[in-house]
């Protein structure tokens, strides 16, 4: 995979989105549940079962910037069934082994942001590389830049997942 910097065109790509999903969560709406904001991303699944859906992220802000997106709609990890939570942090345990031995990561963090006043739950993977520096919150906020280049990441994510 590759990490570009993103071009002007790119970035009022991402701006346009971003403020369409904001449009939606003031309005009570879910972009998630919508369907038609975010643009189909099949060709970035690494892994896929009844409860989640894990993808590359299109911006990531590292190599291997994953997201495990709950498909249910919930506003934050307070309402989920202790039986979909189970399943879900052992599918992202599951990603962070694949993320780890593919990208001889040193470590994943992981996030959740409930923004907006209508947030659809997700999780944020972000491998720690080597060479990258041990403050780990520096990692939540580097500059995102496009993904390249990853059908043969997402084909080995996806072995490693299976
Ligand atoms: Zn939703």
């Not at 879910?30 to 079962?49: K, L, Q």
């Not at 520096?133 to 084909?155: A, H, M, P, W």
Request: charged share 25%; hydrophobic share 35%.
């Amino acid at each position: 995979m590759n990490l570009q910097p993103m071009d002007e065109q790119t970035r009022e790509v991402r701006a346009r989105l971003m403020k369409q999903v904001t449009t939606m969560q003031e309005a009570g709406e879910c972009p998630t549940c919508h369907g038609s904001v975010y643009p189909p991303a099949m060709n970035r699944v690494i892994y896929e079962d009844e409860i989640v859906l894990c993808l590359l992220e299109t911006y990531p802000r590292n190599p291997g910037h994953t997201i495990v997106m709950v498909k249910a709609h919930y506003n934050d990890i307070s309402e989920l069934p202790p039986e979909v939570a189970a399943s879900v942090f052992s599918t992202i345990q599951r990603a962070i082994h694949a993320l780890k031995t593919h990208l001889r990561a040193e470590k994943v963090y992981l996030c959740t942001m409930c923004d907006g006043k209508r947030n659809h739950l997700h999780f944020q993977l972000i491998p720690r590389l080597p060479g990258d520096e041990i403050r780990g919150s520096r990692l939540f906020v580097k500059e995102r830049q496009l993904l390249t280049d990853y059908n043969d990441d997402v084909l080995a994510l996806r072995r490693l997942m299976a």
